[in-house]
Every structure is written in C-alpha cells, then in structure tokens.
C-alpha cells in the first residue's frame, strides 16, 4: 500500500496560503512596505490588498493542476488513492482517501474556486477590500478541500466546522452601518444557529455510530455493517447523520437558512455557496448510502426521492415569485439539490452517476450565473440585485446577455449544454428505477426552471430601460466578466464533449456499488 | 453512573432546546452552549468513562501495572473519546464566542437610530430592532448583490 502524500497539496497549499495572505493583511505589513518602496500607508495597504488577491489566484491555479494530476491517477489506478496522516495504521489514525467520487467532488471544487477568486482579483465590492477576506476565502477552501478527502466521520466534522465559521464571517463582515447590504447579520447569526443545530445532529450521530461500532474510520464502519453485525443503535446514528447531512444541504424541510444566507453573501463568496458548500452534504449522503450504511439504501432511497421532489417544485415556484435575482438563483439552487437528492434516491449505479454528473455540471452553471448577477449589479448605482430595478438593465451588454443567456439555458437544461446531460442521466436513472410519478414531477418541476431564467432574462436583457430611475455605470466601472465568461465556456464544452465527465462519474459510481474496494483499500486487506 | 449522565443529558437537552427558542438573544446563546455541554455529556457517556484507569501512563510503566497499583483490574478507559470530546469542547466555545461576538455586533449595526443605549449591553431580540429586509416583497428599494 503505498501513501500519496500529494493529496495533501490542495489542503496546505490553502492553508499556507490563508496564514501568508493574513500576513500581507495586517498593519505591521504594510508599514514595513511603505517604508520599503517610499510610499504612502494607505497606497501600500492597497498594494497589498491587490497583492493578496492574485496569491490567492495564484494558489488557486496551482491547486487546480494538482487537483487535475489527482484525478487522472485516480482514475488510472483500480484502487483509491490513501494518505495515512502520521502513518498510523488504519483503523487508527486520520486517513486522507481519493476515490471516483472524492476526485470528482474535488475538481468541481478547485474549477469553482479559481473561478471565484479569479472573480474576486478582479470586483470592486468594498467588501473584498477588507484584510481577512482573502485569508477566510482560502480557510474556507481548507474545509471544502478537507470534507470531500477525509476518511473520517470525525475530520469530516471538523473540515464542515471550518468551512461554516469561515462563511459566517465573510457574509457577516459584508453587513456594516454604511453599506447597503442588509441583512447580512441577521442571515449570518441565522445560519450560525441552524448550522449549529446540524452540527450536533451530526455529533450525536458520530456518538451512535461510534457507541455502536467502536471506530470512526468510514471504511472500517462500512466493512462492520456490511458483516452484518450492526446493532439497532447504528440505524439510528445513520438517520441521524442523514438528517444533519439533509441540514447541511438545505434540503426543503431544511431550508429556510439558504435563501437569506446566499442572497445576504457578497457575490464571489455566494457564487461559492450556492454551488459547491451546499454539496457537502450531497457527498456526506453518498458516503453513507453507498460506503457506510448500504444496508439502508432501501430505507433511505424513498425519503430522498420525496424531498428531492418537494425541493424541485417548491425551489422553482419561489423562484418564480421572488424579486431579487440573488435570491432567484438561491432558491433556484434548492429546486437543483432536488435533483440531485432524487437521483440519489433512485439508486443504483445509473442514479449515482446521475447525481454526481449533475452535481459537477450545477456547480459551475450556478457559479457563473451567480457571478453574472452580481456583474449586472456591480453596474447600477446603488449596486443592487432588485429585479424591480434591473428592467432592461442589460440593454447596452451583448456579451453579458449572451452569457447570461447560455447559462440559463444550461440551468434549464436545454441540449447541447451542460445542463441537459445531467438532467438526461437522472430521467434514465428514473426510467431504470420504474419511478414514474417522481420522474413526472421532477421533469414537470424542471419546466420552472426555463420559465424563470426565461423570465429574468427577458426582464433584464430585452426590456426597455429608463435611465432616470436607474443611472447605469459605464463598463469599465463594473467587475470583469472574465470568470462567468470562463465558466459559461466549460458548461458548453461539457455539453458538446460530455464523454469524459460522463465515463468518469460512470466509473465512480460503479466503484460506489462496490464498497469493498474502498474498505480493501483504506484498510490494507487482501495483502496491500 | 450511566443513569445519572443520562438523565443529565436529557435535562441539559431539554433546557437547551427551550432556552434556544426564546427570543433574547442572550438566552439564546445560552441554550446554545447548553445543547454544546448536552453532547460533550453525551460523548463523555459514550465510551469515556467505561473504566477507572486513565488512558495515558507513564512511559514504560504498563497499563496493568498502573491498574494493579490502584488497586483495579480494569483495562484503561478509551482514549479516543476523551480525544473527541476535547475537540468537540474546543469547536463548541469557538462557535459559542463567534456568536457571541455575532450578537454584539448586530446589536451595534442593527441599533435603530436614535436609541442612546449602550450596544455591548444591549440584548433582545433581533426584530425589535432595525427593520430587516422583506427579501421576497417587491415594495423593498432594494438589497445589495
């Protein structure tokens, strides 16, 4: 069994990179380089505030070509990739694993993040002016980076922790007595009880499952309950981690943190948690569907199909009704975990391929629509996300309305682009499960889809503007649309050319269905 | 021992859930590092407290014999947990200062104008104070992207 140390790249290259750029923040740095260079105090803390960013930049490109390396051995090698922390042999010690799913999770993540603070380097929201903005973006990526590599329930607790407190902040800081961003506070502390809430959910299941089985090690509890010598004590940590994973997703009995908290959040931040923080607990379900508990894949499928239902057509008509673009897209990311959720449901090797496909395609559509609304905004005045005040806004910006046109599209998923794909794999998923009613109302929930990005798009790009009730700013004035640009490429691409993302999820989820090789391979059975 | 640490977890739940859902935000953080001590309890009757002996000895002196010398025969209590809980404490007073310093901070920006109270002292609820924005209502100006 040989240890992949390159595993723990992405992790410090975020975590060296937090701890340096909180350094360049603070006033002692400054100082030192307006004395350095003979300039003012001020211009220096702004040099260093740009300098941040681009490190931040930097840091991301690198982490996606590791990322990228990762994948591909991941993927050419029959086994997961593992990194024992400290060298402890599992079931002991922290252990770090990359399977199928993990990569995938990973590379949606690091493409995600790039975008983002490439988003960042380039807006003007006053908010990324402040010092720990940069730092907390890249511990936020620790935690993201952490959850989806992590073999430990227990770490993987500790990673969500970080990526929460780190979230919280970053919205709150936006909420100040001069800015115009309301609400950011009262979102934030809102988050932080719910969050709070699934996070003790999550402990006592750990509680369970560790009274239970007596180890935290996911390969070693999936290896145990599939002997078939779990005590009735297991099933209920299982539905209680399921709960506080439903929690952390923002799943419709759940969800009423979501809204507030995306729209509240500064643009880069809320493009990063509308499309890759609210699929933690996506990942934390498949764990334990397919690794941890498959004995329970039954049990657990009905109830994931009826809330992924209830959460597609509840998400696409408050979609429908809302008057913040910001907030649309929120609740339009609720109605998209629906998907993904029903999928999950439904099973099998087909459902899963269907979830993760849809799951990495969803992330970098509503990234990028994210990013494009925040765009639009940055252009008014008062910068603002009203619908009210955004009628005919996009008049004078052909590339933004063709971007943002695609992206709706793909939202919606209308061939050839991303979004069709995934929407294809989980009506073949329903079809191979026999789900016909669930497959019905999730198809007839996706119509909303197209009937709100339509909608908005109308409203926005095809309008007639009045310029005296809402002065627009000139171009150069707006933030750069090179990340949604970016993005809205790779969802086309991904659409035309679906082959490599289709194979590879394939492949994942088979490796799902046979929990075995993961187990073998964290655990050294059969003479690693 | 387990009866007690389990009719103490159930009270420490039970006050924490009601003091959670009061509208003070004081209170509320209260029963919010209640629910915390519930599950650090609950944690603790998990497995770390399963046996008299500690788990760490000293080096090259045999857990047995650190057993015999107190006279139990017990094998030492599971380290683990012990380990959890102390990461489980530590996260739950991060978390519980970060909301603490989060109310202070609304209870400052959410002031609405005029009131001369003193905002670090200042609890109550949330709605009584600035008025926070109706996302969903076309009539708001408008909220920031």
């Known amino acids: 069994m040989t240890n992949h140390p390159l595993l723990l790249v992405p992790l410090l290259l975020n975590l060296v990179g937090g701890i340096f750029t909180l350094a360049l923040g603070t006033q002692g740095a400054a100082s030192v380089l307006a004395r350095l260079r003979g300039v003012g105090f001020d211009r220096a803390h702004r040099m260093l505030n740009t300098m941040q960013r681009w490190v931040a930049v930097f840091l991301a490109a690198i982490a996606?070509?590791?990322?990228?390396?990762?994948?591909?051995?991941?993927?050419?090698?029959?086994?997961?990739?593992?990194?024992r922390l400290g060298g402890w042999q599992p079931p002991y010690g922290i252990v770090l694993v990359m399977d199928g799913l993990s990569a995938l999770f990973t590379l949606m993540l690091s493409l995600v993040s790039f975008a983002v603070l490439l988003y960042t380097a380039q807006c003007r929201d006053d908010t990324m002016n402040r010092d720990l903005y940069i730092p907390l973006a890249l511990f936020n990526l620790v935690g993201l980076n952490g959850v989806f590599i992590t073999g430990d329930?227990?770490?993987?607790?500790?990673?969500?922790?970080?990526?929460?407190?780190?979230?919280?902040?970053?919205?709150?800081?936006?909420?100040?007595?001069k800015s115009p961003n309301k609400g950011g506070i009262e979102a934030a502390i809102k988050y932080l009880l719910i969050s709070a809430m699934g996070t003790l959910f999550l402990l006592v299941g750990i509680g369970l499952v560790y009274a239970a089985f007596g180890t935290l090690n996911m390969a070693d509890i999936g290896l145990q309950s599939s002997e078939g010598t779990a005590p009735a004590l297991a099933g209920v940590g299982a539905a209680v981690l399921l709960c506080a994973m439903l929690l952390k997703s923002a799943v419709a009995p759940f969800h009423y943190w979501q809204p507030d908290f995306h729209t509240a959040a500064p643009t880069p931040m809320s493009a990063l948690l509308s499309s890759v923080v609210v699929k933690i607990g996506i990942y934390g379900i498949f764990r334990l569907v397919t690794l941890m508990f498959p004995e329970f894949r039954e049990e657990f499928g009905a109830p994931l199909v009826i809330l992924g239902v209830i959460g597609v057509i509840f998400g696409g008509l408050n979609a429908l009704q809302t008057h913040n673009l910001k907030r649309l897209l929120a609740y339009s990311t609720l109605g998209q975990i629906g998907f993904i959720l029903v999928a999950l449901g439904w099973g099998g090797v087909a459902g899963l391929t269907a979830a993760i496909v849809f799951s990495f395609n969803h992330a970098l559509i509503k990234s990028a629509m994210l990013m494009l609304a925040g765009l639009i905004a940055s252009r008014t005045k008062e910068k603002t996300a009203d619908l009210i005040r955004h009628v005919g806004l996009g008049r004078g910006m052909p590339l933004i309305s063709l971007l943002f046109f695609v992206g709706a599209l793909a939202l919606a998923g209308i061939p050839p682009l991303n979004g069709f794909i995934g929407k294809l794999a989980v009506v073949q998923a329903g079809v191979g499960a026999q789900g016909w009613l669930g497959l019905g109302l999730t198809i007839g929930g996706g119509i909303l889809t197209l009937m709100y990005g339509m909608k908005t798009w109308q409203r926005i790009f095809q309008s007639e503007h009045d310029h005296n009730t809402a002065p627009l700013k000139p171009f150069n004035q707006g933030d750069s649309p090179l990340a949604p640009a970016l993005l809205i490429g790779l969802c086309v691409v991904l659409g035309l050319a679906a082959a490599p993302l289709v194979n590879a999820a394939l492949v994942a989820a088979t490796r799902l269905m046979q929990p075995s090789l993961y187990i073998s391979a964290v655990l050294s059975l059969g003479g690693g | 021992m387990d009866l007690v640490l389990a009719v103490t977890t159930g009270v420490l739940f039970g006050l924490g859930v009601y003091q959670l859902l009061r509208r003070d935000l004081i209170k509320m953080a209260m029963g919010f590092y209640i629910l915390f001590t519930a599950i650090n309890l609950f944690f603790f009757a998990v497995g770390a407290f399963n046996s008299e002996v500690a788990p760490y000895v000293l080096a090259g002196v045999k857990a047995t014999l650190v057993s015999e010398a107190i006279g139990s025969l017990k094998v030492p209590a599971d380290p683990l947990v012990q380990a959890l809980l102390l990461t489980a404490i530590v996260i739950s007073f991060g978390s519980y200062a970060l909301l603490l310093g989060m109310f202070q901070r609304a209870s400052r920006v959410l002031k609405p104008e005029g009131d001369t109270r003193d905002a670090t002292l200042m609890p109550g609820d949330l709605n009584?104070?600035?008025?926070?924005?109706?996302?969903?209502?076309a009539s708001r100006k408008g909220a920031e992207a």
């Open chain 2, 128 to 137: 009584s104070l600035r008025d926070t924005p109706d996302w969903d209502s």
């Open chain 1, 153 to 177: 329930i227990f770490t993987f607790f500790v990673f969500m922790e970080v990526t929460v407190m780190s979230s919280v902040v970053l919205v709150a800081s936006a909420d100040t007595n």
């Open chain 1, 64 to 83: 996606l070509g590791v990322v990228l390396t990762l994948v591909l051995q991941t993927f050419a090698a029959d086994a997961p990739l593992t990194y």
